[in-house]
């Protein structure tokens, strides 16, 4: 006999609400609807932004940040300048990984904000943002090559009222590798001493150079070529890609050299850094796959001395870890910010200072940071740098009073101990870390 269709609709109803809070289980002869593709795929992403959000919440506990948050400092009434070269596609992200609104300028000599087919900038921004989620954000990129243009960008962040710069780009032959030089001087000019209200704080990446870094004293072999190490006058090169290479050498005035690099696929002299570089010289070149690359070092005028030279895109042979903190890092007025793993490890290509010099890097951040947007996480002292920025912000947002040498020293002080007690040339103060109160 068949049940009244009211009957039967309202029997149904209730088993599945019965079913579903497990006081009836369903028979094995009964067929649950299967969920649709589109289904599916909603389920997949909702888990997909849960796992990011614990992830996310977990980092923000590694750094003293949710304890902050809660109290309600998110770092209002602070602007932070992400100083980089890719912002490609930036506008797809405002209201999400960015600030609804972002201030963007390029000092690029073509005027093109987006001219580089990365969104390298994008990240570091999203780091800040996630961080410090009230702070104003301004973006700018300029010319990697041109020191004028990256200093233009500098002094237009002040006079826009930015208090924080990070930047996770290194520009090694900008410093004598020693933290000083003329654009080092120009760069602390322009950030300021501290002593005035707009003064600023910089946060830089410290470079993921440890092992693509030489430095030492120049030694000549009968043939005028410099040893890497006894009687090895070859730097074996591997590029990465086919990104340019370039490889840069820094040292302090008075004296001159000249890079090359040969290519032993061909059997000769692939290029030689232009004569007109009279200091801190460098080569670039497309390289070619399957393609084998050494560099070899002469100098051209004055009595030598030590010197760093560090390679971007490529891997080098003949290397050393200490002094590798490259511009604007290793410069006393910048805040430099080395990257540890997880678990307070300093991760392998984290470059480190010298023992006998000032604290280099600063301090150290966990990486690597999980974006919103991108499936592989953000990894490298790219990702570090930004992370201490976005602490300075909460804290100048507690204490907007304060100068930046207060900012700086409280982040010093509330950092984690790492390794050798006290400062030191691998982690510096230690992990940022917020102060507890």
Not at 53 to 75: Q, Y
Not at 244 to 253: N, T
Not at 413 to 429: K, N, Q
Request: glycine letters at 10%; one cysteine or more; hydrophobic letters at 40%.
């Amino acid at each position: 006999m068949n049940m009244h269709p009211v009957r039967a609709t309202f029997c149904a109803v209730l088993r599945r609400a019965l079913v579903a809070l497990g006081l009836v289980a369903v028979p094995n002869f009964v067929s649950a609807a299967s969920p649709s593709p589109a289904e599916k795929l909603a389920s997949t992403s909702r888990n997909a932004e849960a796992s990011v959000a614990a992830e996310r919440a977990h980092h923000l506990a590694e750094l003293g940040v949710d304890g902050w948050h809660a109290a309600g400092t998110t770092g209002r009434g602070i602007k932070v300048a992400v100083l980089d070269g890719g912002f490609r596609g930036y506008k797809q992200f405002l209201g999400s990984a960015l600030p609804a609104h972002v201030e963007a300028k390029t000092f690029r000599k073509d005027g093109n904000f987006e001219a580089r087919d990365t969104q390298h900038g994008i990240l570091c921004a999203e780091v800040v943002h996630t961080l410090a989620p009230d702070a104003e954000l301004i973006l700018a990129n300029w010319d990697e090559d041109d020191a004028d243009s990256f200093l233009k960008a500098v002094k237009w962040a002040r006079d826009e009222g930015a208090r924080i710069i990070t930047c996770s780009i290194i520009m090694p032959r900008l410093s004598d590798g020693e933290g000083g030089g003329p654009i080092h001087a120009a760069l602390a000019k322009a950030l300021g001493d501290g002593k005035r209200p707009g003064d600023m704080l910089c946060f830089a990446s410290a470079g993921n150079t440890a092992t693509r870094h030489w430095f030492g004293q120049f030694h000549a072999n009968a043939a005028g070529f410099h040893e890497w190490k006894t009687g090895v006058v070859d730097n074996a090169l591997t590029p990465w890609g086919d990104d340019k290479v370039s490889v840069e050498l820094c040292s302090k005035p008075g004296s001159r050299y000249e890079l090359f690099v040969f290519d032993d696929s061909i059997g000769a002299e692939l290029t030689h850094s232009p004569l007109s570089m009279t200091q801190n010289p460098a080569v670039r070149f497309e390289p070619k796959a399957g393609h084998d690359y050494r560099v070899r070092l002469k100098l051209l005028a004055g009595p030598g001395g030590a010197f760093h030279v560090m390679s971007l895109h490529s891997d080098l042979t003949e290397v050393n870890r200490p002094g590798s903190v490259a511009f604007p890092g290793d410069g006393p007025e910048v805040v430099a910010v080395g990257a540890v793993d997880h678990a307070g490890r300093l991760t392998s290509y984290s470059a480190i200072g010298q023992s006998n010099s000032a604290v280099k890097p600063d301090l150290v951040a966990p990486v690597p940071f999980l974006s919103a947007w991108r499936a592989r996480p953000f990894a490298g002292t790219s990702a570090a740098a930004p992370q201490a920025a976005a602490l300075a912000a909460l804290v100048w947002s507690r204490h907007p009073d304060w100068k930046s040498p207060s900012v700086r020293s409280a982040l010093q002080s509330s950092a984690h101990d790492l390794g050798i007690p006290g400062p030191d040339p691998e982690t510096g103060y230690g992990l940022v870390h917020l102060p507890a109160k």
